[in-house]
């Protein structure tokens, strides 16, 4: 990937990343099935590693139980302490998501 803005997960490969910072947005997509523009909100993090590389990127996600994974990690930024490997199965509506967590070295 030429520019890295975002994280983009591919199906099967675990992505281990760093989040720095995050915040809930509001944003409008078009639904893949009607092709109509909706509303909706997104978890988004700042990203600083990805596989031990320093990067400048966001990871988002509108998936509720995809941000589910992360909630007892928002309050005071918790994030901050773990490295999170991520790991994307399925396409579409049948996307899953494993989420693990790792302590940081001090």
């Known amino acids: 990937m030429v520019l890295q ?8 490969v675990p992505a281990r990343v760093h989040f720095t910072d995050h915040r809930i947005i509001n944003k409008t997509v078009t639904d893949p099935v009607s092709q109509k523009a909706k509303p909706l909100q997104a978890l988004e993090f700042d990203v600083d590693e990805l596989d031990g590389r320093p990067v400048a990127a966001v990871y988002s996600t509108v998936s509720q139980k995809h941000a589910n994974d992360f909630a007892p990690y928002l309050p005071q930024q918790r994030y901050r302490a773990y490295d999170f490997v991520l790991t994307m199965t399925g396409s579409g509506y049948l996307r899953e998501y494993q989420v693990q967590a790792f302590r940081r070295q001090a």
Do not use: R, T
């Open 5 to 12: 803005n975002y994280v983009i997960l591919q199906p099967g």
